[in-house]
């Protein structure tokens, strides 16, 4: 089976790894990755599935992730996207990642009603006493991702005593 390579074809799936040269002498020039560096089935059934793929274009200015997260559906003649989102994280030290969020427990009932997948995607950016990381949570009701938002005040605790709440 032949590997698929961004940077060598063209098309719609080819333009989700490709990213905009931030560098001086090329800014703006698309960016496409060579490669996919990793394509994880992050949960499947019978009738769907979640990949999460990964690239690393060649920029020159700094270093560019890209994570798609796919939702497949399987139809009478093999699997098709039905719905994707696109995930970029930029300079030194960045990268992204995608997990399931549930437990082992509850893990054979995703799927099922009441009990769709929530995966939670990691975005770490920035290096250089910059760097942050963020994360969200998308779960698939029916045959499209959609972020999952907290729908009440939740309050917090920090470790040095501070709170603070989060209205939705």
């Known amino acids: 089976m032949k590997a698929f390579q961004p940077g060598a074809t063209k098309g719609k799936l080819a333009f989700l ?60 003649d093999g699997w098709r996207i039905d719905d994707l989102m696109r ?8 990268g992204l990642s995608a997990k399931p969020t549930a437990s082992a427990a509850i893990a054979h ?15 770490h950016q920035g290096g250089r006493g910059y760097a942050y990381e963020i994360c969200a949570s998308y779960k698939v009701p029916g045959s499209k991702l959609k972020r999952f ?4 005040a939740v309050g917090f605790l920090c470790a040095d005593g501070c709170s603070f709440s989060v209205q939705s």
Request: glycine share 6%.
């Open 17 to 76: 790894f490709t990213i905009p040269e931030i560098g001086a002498e090329s800014r703006g020039k698309p960016v496409a990755a060579l490669a996919i560096e990793s394509c994880d089935t992050i949960w499947s059934d019978d009738k769907s599935a979640l990949l999460f793929a990964t690239a690393k274009p060649p920029t020159v200015g700094t270093d560019s992730h890209i994570g798609v997260l796919f939702l497949l559906v399987h139809q009478r």
């Open 149 to 152: 938002d907290l729908n009440s």
């Open 87 to 94: 995930f970029t994280a930029m300079e030194k030290d960045s």
């Open 109 to 123: 009932q995703l799927g099922s009603e009441g009990f769709d997948p929530v995966i939670m995607v990691n975005k």
